[in-house]
């Protein structure tokens, strides 16, 4: 976890985090840590036809193809370095490799010392944004925050209705519009609202796809803009909310929202539903961003801030 995140978690919720995570986990572990062991258990030997195998079985999990390239040549210049005799000890070194890219771009979270934290989730519709707001809001809100949403999806009359629905269920404020409002005003009446009822925390909604001729990388812009007029240095933290069943379709769609709004973390959804959770890696390793929280499964608190050693753990163990 980060360093400044509040949670207290016991060993017993610690050891329940990890079960849900190796549960949603399974089927990018059924293609990539099984079809490791399957290579390295196999009858191949040492030489170009495992490397093959395993490049097959690291494809097969939507790593990538830069990705892949990076560690396999990782792997054999650590096997030419070491004195690695079996190919069972390939997984350890995958997994430190594996590992390391996560960790190194992770960053501790800094917040605001005196008004609400902003946040402006971001990403395109089908990703799973408004409910992993609604996740969000509700973990912040058991940590003992004073937390706020805002309907800025104005393009989409059931965006702002299930974000509203969310907001009853966890009993916090709600800022919205009627449909067709500028997003940008929505935003920056949501963030005078946070201020003067002294959030803590603010989560603002941003459209997916725009239903007129607008460009939707300049409407999110605009909105980024306008908050900075309420809070000089808001938003606080961009976070871009991703479908891991979409594969390297994600790594593309995190590479053009980045380049927009430098984006500060990102939130992967759906993992429990995707043989394609290596993307994560490709994501990380290729664009240098760190995850912050990932999605595996249904339930409020399937959403759990991103742990690379554990993440890493779960695919193999």
């Given at each position: 976890?980060?360093?400044?995140?509040?949670?207290?978690?016991?060993?017993?919720?610690?050891?329940?985090?990890?079960?849900?995570?190796?549960?949603?986990?399974?089927?990018?572990?059924?293609?990539?840590?099984s079809?490791?062991?399957?290579?390295?258990?196999?009858s191949?030997?040492?030489?170009?036809?495992?490397?093959?195998?395993?490049?097959?079985v690291?494809?097969?999990?939507?790593?990538?193809?830069?990705?892949?390239?990076?560690?396999?040549?990782?792997?054999?210049?650590?096997?030419?370095?070491?004195?690695?005799?079996?190919?069972?000890?390939?997984?350890?070194?995958?997994?430190?490799?594996?590992?390391?890219?996560?960790?190194?771009?992770?960053?501790?979270?800094?917040?605001?010392?005196?008004?609400?934290?902003?946040?402006?989730?971001?990403?395109?519709?089908?990703?799973?944004?408004?409910?992993?707001i609604?996740?969000l809001?509700?973990?912040?809100?058991?940590?003992?925050e004073?937390?706020?949403?805002?309907a800025?999806?104005?393009?989409?009359?059931?965006?702002?209705?299930?974000?509203?629905?969310?907001?009853?269920?966890i009993?916090?404020?709600?800022?919205?519009?009627?449909?067709?409002?500028?997003?940008?005003?929505?935003?920056?009446?949501?963030?005078?609202?946070?201020v003067?009822?002294?959030?803590?925390?603010?989560?603002?909604?941003?459209?997916?796809?725009?239903?007129?001729?607008?460009?939707?990388?300049?409407?999110?812009?605009k909105?980024?803009?306008?908050?900075?007029?309420?809070?000089?240095?808001?938003?606080?933290?961009?976070?871009?909310?991703?479908?891991?069943s979409?594969?390297?379709?994600?790594?593309?769609?995190?590479?053009?929202?980045?380049?927009?709004?430098?984006?500060?973390?990102i939130?992967?959804?759906?993992?429990?539903?995707?043989?394609?959770?290596?993307?994560?890696?490709?994501?990380?390793?290729?664009?240098?961003?760190?995850?912050?929280?990932?999605?595996?499964?249904?339930?409020?608190?399937?959403l759990?801030?991103?742990?690379?050693?554990?993440?890493?753990?779960?695919?193999?163990d």
């Open positions: 976890m980060n360093g400044q995140e509040k949670d207290i978690v016991s060993k017993n919720d610690k050891s329940r985090f990890f079960s849900r995570l190796k549960l949603g986990l399974k089927k990018t572990r059924g293609s990539l840590a079809g490791v062991m399957r290579v390295v258990n196999g191949t030997k040492f030489g170009p036809e495992l490397w093959e195998e395993l490049e097959e690291l494809l097969a999990s939507d790593i990538g193809v830069p990705t892949m390239t990076w560690v396999m040549g990782e792997l054999k210049k650590e096997m030419q370095e070491s004195t690695v005799e079996k190919k069972e000890e390939i997984v350890q070194l995958l997994k430190e490799l594996l590992f390391n890219a996560l960790e190194e771009v992770q960053v501790d979270t800094a917040y605001p010392l005196e008004g609400p934290c902003v946040v402006m989730m971001i990403g395109v519709n089908g990703s799973g944004k408004t409910t992993t609604g996740k809001a509700a973990r912040y809100k058991r940590q003992g004073l937390v706020m949403v805002a800025g999806d104005t393009f989409r009359a059931a965006a702002t209705e299930q974000l509203q629905a969310w907001a009853q269920r009993d916090i404020p709600c800022v919205y519009q009627k449909k067709g409002t500028d997003p940008s005003a929505v935003a920056y009446d949501a963030v005078q609202s946070a003067v009822k002294k959030m803590d925390r603010i989560f603002l909604d941003t459209a997916g796809r725009l239903q007129t001729n607008k460009n939707l990388m300049e409407e999110l812009k909105i980024k803009r306008v908050v900075k007029k309420v809070i000089n240095e808001a938003p606080h933290e961009i976070l871009l909310v991703l479908d891991a979409i594969g390297q379709n994600s790594l593309s769609q995190a590479r053009l929202f980045n380049e927009a709004l430098d984006v500060d973390g939130v992967i959804t759906k993992l429990d539903g995707s043989s394609k959770g290596g993307v994560v890696f490709s994501i990380v390793r290729e664009l240098k961003l760190p995850v912050r929280f990932i999605g595996v499964g249904e339930q409020i608190d399937d759990q801030p991103f742990d690379p050693r554990s993440f890493v753990e779960a695919l193999f």
